[in-house]
């Protein structure tokens, strides 16, 4: 099995597309609006897993195709939580 069809170390679960999952957003560099979790659907699933989402912000939704795993939630990155 390859590491796009597998998981990665420290991940709990495999990203499928569909799956809802939590993208940490930038935030402004001026500090006015922070970090914060969002509500993201996985569009697409590449080689080592980078995923495509769907962000659903309070003001819109974008898009981006180049998003990595990151289990600390780095800002540019999501994560799979399920509790």
Same mark, same amino acid.
Do not use: C, K
């Given at each position: 099995?390859?590491? #796009?069809?597998? $998981?990665? @170390?420290?991940?709990?679960? /495999? @990203? /499928?597309? %569909? &799956?809802?999952?939590?993208?940490? #957003?930038?935030?402004? =560099? %001026?500090?006015?609006?922070?970090?914060?979790?969002?509500?993201?659907?996985?569009?697409?699933? %590449? +080689?080592?897993?980078?995923?495509?989402?769907?962000?659903?912000? =309070?003001? %819109?939704?974008?898009?981006? &195709?180049?998003? &990595?795993?990151? +289990?600390?939630?780095? =800002?540019? /990155? $999501?994560? @799979? =939580? &399920?509790?």
């Amino acid at each position: 099995m390859s590491q #796009s069809a597998s $998981r990665m @170390p420290g991940m709990e679960q /495999t @990203p /499928t597309v %569909g &799956r809802i999952v939590h993208y940490q #957003s930038y935030g402004s =560099p %001026g500090g006015e609006y922070r970090s914060e979790p969002r509500a993201a659907i996985i569009t697409e699933v %590449g +080689a080592d897993l980078v995923v495509g989402l769907a962000v659903m912000n =309070p003001t %819109g939704m974008f898009f981006n &195709r180049s998003i &990595r795993y990151d +289990a600390d939630g780095a =800002p540019g /990155t $999501r994560w @799979p =939580p &399920r509790v």
